[in-house]
């Protein structure tokens, strides 16, 4: 990706609302035993959450622990209104965060320290942590919030909280692709102590995964930017921005993209701990 094109990047935003009554019923939706696709046009008003401790503030659960499916995530899209926030917005100490911006800006303040966040904007909270969350703005604040319950180990510490930008962060090419499949990463991927990576990737119109993934790490993928088509355990599936995909661990996975756009995509990850054992 140029230069340019970091300084202005487009992240999609759910509008809500709902469908007129003339609108056909069948969509794209998908719940499968290796993954699970919610199209944009399901993140309507009537399908949104509440939580305790928070004000101003509406919830789109997109991914949560499921037996027997996808187990190590939760994932929400978070619509603030202007004022609305939490003093408490986390109620499980083992549980650790990232956040994304998309639309409007927050003040985060994580263990006395406070930082601006704009769309764009990257932060980790560490498990633990005594941090907030408003938006101090006169527009709806939108940001994406993963959690994680944090797998500690004796004798490995555990990671700081920080934040990043992603028009800041050079995209690192995939071997032998000329730039055309990169990824921005917001964690240090040689940082042991992150038991979660939260990635961007892009892929430039044409571009292609070129080969079925088969791994372990289970993923949650929000479409930022432009249409690609992913290959999910042998279907094809047509996505666009605004969409959300969820695979199992071992889900096999490939796509290609579409334009005019670049194809972007908020990726999580489970990564560098070993398998739990029963």
Not at 76 to 87: C, F, N
Not at 111 to 124: K, N, P, S
Not at 138 to 155: D, M, S
Not at 169 to 188: C, E, K, L, S, V
Request: hydrophobic letters at 40%.
């Amino acid at each position: 990706m140029t230069q340019d094109a970091r300084q202005r990047p487009s992240y999609h935003v759910p509008a809500g609302g709902l469908p007129p009554q003339s609108q056909l019923t069948t969509d794209r939706a998908m719940f499968t035993e290796a993954f699970v696709v919610i199209p944009k046009g399901t993140l309507s008003d009537i399908v949104t959450s509440s939580l305790p401790f928070w004000t101003g503030a509406r919830f789109w659960v997109l991914a949560r622990p499921l037996s027997g499916f996808a187990e190590t995530f939760s994932q929400y899209i978070v619509e603030l209104a202007p004022d609305g926030g939490s003093d408490r917005p986390e109620t499980d100490p083992q549980a650790e965060g990232a956040l994304f911006v998309v639309e409007g800006g927050l003040s985060l303040t994580v263990d006395g320290t406070t930082h601006a966040l704009t769309a764009g904007g990257f932060a980790f909270v560490p498990a633990g942590s005594d941090w907030t969350v408003h938006n101090p703005n006169g527009a709806n604040a939108v940001f994406h919030w993963i959690r994680k319950r944090y797998q500690a180990l004796e004798g490995l510490a555990h990671p700081e909280a920080f934040v990043a930008q992603d028009q800041d962060i050079p995209p690192a090419a995939m071997p032998d692709t000329n730039g055309a499949w990169a990824t921005t990463r917001f964690m240090d991927p040689a940082d042991m102590r992150h038991d979660m990576h939260v990635t961007i990737v892009t892929l430039q119109p044409g571009a292609s995964i070129p080969f079925d993934e088969t791994h372990v790490m289970e993923h949650g993928l929000y479409v930022l930017q432009g249409k690609g088509v992913y290959h999910l355990n042998q279907q094809w599936v047509e996505v666009e921005a605004g969409d959300f995909m969820w695979l199992r661990a071992f889900c096999p996975q490939a796509c290609y993209a579409g334009g005019p756009q670049p194809f972007r995509y908020l990726l999580y990850k489970d990564v560098n701990r070993h398998a739990p054992l029963p």
